[in-house]
């Protein structure tokens, strides 16, 4: 064995793409010379070993198969790595059908993912068919002098099967254990090999059909707390109408009384509102589980041109059809009903919020369309240095339909006599103080659809050249390097639909958010071998990289990396990263118009006369005129969303530092653990609705600038509550102001460790992963002069996923056991994931702490002959049930950080040829 090397045997490789060594990403044969080298996720350098200094975790097509899940969104979630909360099937309140990735909580904008290394135009990971996935490569370490922008907490590099030969067919069912939730997969891959080359083909479909929070217990309603107790709770824009009157010194004002009002859907008299009566459940209405149908293909060819020159192309395109429900719309802005309105109870102007239940509910369907091209040449010189160049295409265009919405104008129309009859089309007026009176003839007048369209286009044109000095390179060997140039145009689209053009839908933009840019980069990589061969010193190297970007609408950005790797004696490597990175703002960042959404937050008022707030809270929330046991129905503000063209880069710098074990005396184990530090500036981000609206009721009356970010009801087009400027007529705070700029600053830190043993066990196989993470800092700055939130451990708004409450496990860790013997193939895997404690912790909540948690999953396949495999499994195999929390976000639960569907069985078919 070469001293100079680290343990490069077959089975090392092996056991090093299981855990934190770097990965294959492609091996070629030099035609020049004959000598295998290989490119390594976060380097375009070809070499001849395996290892960088940069960690990569590496899971391949059998971890994947052995995970039982049935979409790469799942595979991707469960990685130890992630934090924080993720769009996708779990998500349904704000979600598009879209699933994105977390790496290490800092957001999808900071993730950046690839497919044979190169973008596509969505980063939805539902465009990634797993039966075409060879491995996933993740490298945790910044990567911007590698890839460009958006690298910050590291690159998910999907690598396609090449070089296909045969075919394999699988086809899987999945049912919870409640009978529901039914998701069907089938899949196939086909390939042929030649002496020039290789074509491969892979279609994939998924259906997953949908499970409703009335189906659970845990969520079948929403729920509050009154006095140290849970109780049913709701939304107070109900069926039959919560209303107060708009005189605000009558009788029946919220403001005045101190409660709202409804009409007694069983006596007709006047009451005031009662939350735990009156209060409508919206979860029979709402998906835990959102449906989707997927369909893909995808295919890729390579073919020899000459010895040394080949021709290569990808394609790809996906169809992804989604839906998402929640309850009906309401009456949000609390349209006037007139006081001559015949039904009006008390014969003066009052504010309505009536919630539309005769609809059904408001649906939201995508119709998604992902396409992806890539061809280029690649070869080799006759000195050994080789070459590609590679255009790359992709776009998506995303066609979506809304059903149940409103129109204010004609739902003021329908509350006002006057309006009514001069509104030819009017078909009469409309009693909203009693339930089931919004008939077909009202929907048809006062509801529209919503048809919105978003396109995107990637076009990334890309050259690189790699080698190495030969014989004058410094004396311990050559200097290998290599340099490339990039050009990338983006294009962004939003069209709205024309009624929401016309201001005719309720709380939806207006504005078409259009815009492209280009820009263009250059890098140049090295890796120089400083030492080899002494003693203490068996190799000694130093890799750097340096990238300069040029936006069209930026002035140009420079970015470096600097990494070394240490073996100091045969089976150990000390390897350590410094590197620089930036983040350009999107059009999205920049250009998307101010929209109004609905955002869970806490309020500090609640029963703030007997709570445990500040006497400067107390203070503010009687200015206002609250009473003292104010409560509300739910927990959600109107909060004013949107993009900002002033926007600068964000900044980054990240280090990392690790240890990979390899002793001789143990064969086939493998340890690794890297410590990571990262640090962001000038973020791109929204404030926390929650951290705003806390901060400005903990200053002496409102003098918090934070207190500026609340323009009040108005702002949103709603009543306001006698005698606050911040609250609307039921209560709740609106118009926060949470737009995107240059404010936020995010520090995070901890552990990264991989164990990974093969052995000999029996008459058979055994083997152990272990794969885990442990967060010990994560700090956000949401704005200068705010108070640094600490969520390491914690639970709290998650700013880089809409403002939704998320937890931030301390440990994250999945453990993977295996046992291969004869005809069968047993896993298990136990997916571990810390307590976590509210970072608003009261000690007036029920439920601010949540306990660790550990599931289950288990796997066993049969091979009936050489080409047939039966797979029979579980996932969450004792149906841990998530906790309730009192302050979440939906489903009474963290439903993007813990388990919602409960146990899944499944079964799937395998047969290759």
């Not at 009558?250 to 859907?265: E, H, I, L």
């Not at 349209?335 to 015949?342: K, M, S, W």
């Not at 340096?546 to 150990?572: I, M, N, Q």
Request: glycine share 10%.
């Amino acid at each position: 064995m070469n001293s100079s090397t680290f343990r490069k045997s077959l089975t090392a490789a092996a056991v090093a793409t299981t855990l934190g060594f770097p990965a294959l990403v492609a091996a070629q044969q030099s035609g020049a010379d004959d000598v295998e080298r290989i490119q390594v996720t976060g380097s375009r350098i070809k070499r001849t070993d395996t290892e960088t200094a940069s960690p990569i975790t590496v899971f391949d097509a059998e971890a994947i198969e052995n995970s039982g899940f049935t979409t790469m969104e799942k595979f991707i979630h469960n990685i130890p790595s992630m934090n924080g909360g993720y769009n996708g099937s779990d998500t349904n309140n704000g979600s598009v059908g879209y699933a994105s990735a977390n790496l290490r909580g800092l957001g999808a904008s900071r993730t950046l993912i690839l497919i044979n290394g190169r973008r596509y135009a969505s980063g939805d990971l539902n465009s990634i068919p797993m039966a075409y996935i060879e491995r996933v490569e993740v490298l945790r370490d910044g990567a911007s002098t590698i890839y460009g922008s958006d690298a910050i907490a590291g690159v998910i590099n999907f690598i396609t099967k090449k070089d296909f030969e045969g075919a394999e067919f699988s086809a899987q069912y999945d049912l919870t254990s409640e009978g529901d939730g039914e998701t069907t997969k089938v899949s196939g891959v086909v390939g042929a090999t030649s002496d020039k080359g290789n074509v491969t083909l892979a279609l994939e479909y998924q259906n997953r059909n949908p499970i409703s929070q009335g189906d659970r217990d845990f969520s079948e309603y929403p729920l509050s707390e009154s006095g140290g107790e849970i109780v049913r709770g709701g939304s107070s824009t109900i069926p039959y109408g919560n209303w107060s009157a708009a005189d605000p010194t009558s009788q029946y004002n919220s403001g005045n009384a101190g409660t709202s009002f409804v009409v007694d859907p069983n006596t007709g008299e006047i009451r005031p509102f009662v939350g735990q009566e009156d209060a409508y459940n919206f979860a029979p209405a709402s998906y835990m589980v959102t449906p989707q149908d997927l369909f893909s293909i995808n295919a890729s060819a390579n073919y020899e041109l000459t010895r040394d020159l080949s021709a290569f192309m990808e394609g790809g395109f996906t169809n992804r059809q989604s839906d998402q429900l929640m309850a009906a719309e309401g009456t949000f802005w609390g349209p006037t009903v007139a006081g001559d309105h015949p039904d009006n109870p008390i014969g003066e102007d009052l504010y309505i919020y009536r919630r539309l239940a005769e609809t059904g509910g408001r649906a939201f369907t995508q119709d998604f369309s992902d396409y992806r091209m890539v061809v280029g040449l690649e070869g080799y010189l006759d000195n050994g240095w080789s070459w590609d160049v590679s255009y790359n295409y992709a776009r998506y265009v995303d066609s979506r339909v809304e059903y149940g919405r409103s129109n204010p104008e004609r739902i003021g129309n329908l509350l006002d006599p006057e309006l009514c009859q001069a509104d030819e089309e009017c078909p009469g007026l409309w009693n909203p103080f009693q339930e089931g009176t919004f008939t077909q003839e009202f929907q048809d007048y006062a509801t529209i659809p919503n048809s919105p369209v978003d396109r995107a286009t990637t076009k990334q044109l890309m050259a690189n050249l790699t080698g190495d000095t030969g014989s004058f390179g410094l004396s311990a060997g050559p200097i290998s390097w290599a340099v490339g140039v990039e050009k990338r145009w983006e294009e962004y689209q939003n069209q709205p639909d024309g009624g929401a053009i016309l201001g005719q839908i309720y709380s939806v933009a207006a504005e078409p958010t259009e815009g492209s840019y280009d820009v263009q980069e250059a890098y140049l990589e090295i890796n120089a071998p400083l030492i080899v061969g002494m003693p203490g010193i068996e190799r000694l190297d130093l890799s750097a990289a340096v990238r300069r970007s040029d936006y069209d609408f930026l002035s140009a950005r420079t970015t470096t990396k600097f990494g070394l790797e240490y073996v100091p004696f045969d089976g150990t490597l000390v390897r350590a990263t410094f590197a620089e990175g930036f983040r350009a703002p999107g059009i999205g960042d920049l250009y998307s118009p101010q929209v109004e959404s609905n955002i869970s937050y806490t309020d500090p008022c609640i029963n703030y006369a007997n709570g445990s707030q500040s006497q400067t809270v107390k203070n503010n929330c009687a200015a206002e005129g609250l009473p003292g046991d104010f409560s509300l129905a739910n927990n959600q503000s109107s909060t004013l969303v949107g993009g900002n063209p002033d926007l600068d880069p964000e900044t980054s710098e990240s280090f990392t530092l690790g240890i990979v074990y390899q002793p001789e005396f143990i064969e086939n184990f493998s340890v690794a653990v890297d410590y990571y530090d990262i640090e962001i500036e000038d973020g791109l981000g929204a404030p926390s609705t929650s951290n705003i609206i806390s901060e400005c009721y903990n200053s002496e009356n409102f003098s918090a600038q934070s207190c500026d970010l609340i323009l009040g009801p108005e702002a949103v087009g709603r009543p306001a509550y006698s005698g606050s400027q911040f609250r609307d007529s039921q209560g709740y705070m609106a118009g926060v102001l949470a737009g995107t700029a240059n404010i936020s600053t995010f520090n995070t830190s901890g552990l990264d460790y991989d164990v990974s043993w093969a052995t000999d066990l029996g008459d058979g196989m055994f083997n152990l992963r272990v794969d885990g993470t442990f967060l010990d800092e994560y700090n956000y700055l949401a704005q200068e002069g705010a108070e640094t939130l600490e969520l390491a451990g914690k639970f709290g708004a998650d700013t880089n996923f809409g403002g939704r409450v998320a937890a931030f496990s301390e440990i994250r860790t999945n453990v993977t056991m295996g046992y291969q013997i004869g005809d069968w193939d047993w896993s298990w895997i136990a997916r571990f994931q810390d307590g976590v404690t509210d970072i608003n912790y009261s000690e007036d909540d029920v439920s601010s702490e949540v306990g660790s948690y550990i599931y289950h999953d288990v796997q066993a396949n049969y091979f009936i002959n050489e080409t047939t495999t039966f797979t029979l499994g579980a996932r969450n195999l004792f149906d841990k049930k998530p906790p309730y929390v009192t302050n979440n976000n939906d489903m009474n639960t963290l439903n993007s950080s813990y388990d919602t569907a409960g146990q899944y069985w499944y079964a799937r078919v395998g047969v290759k040829f």
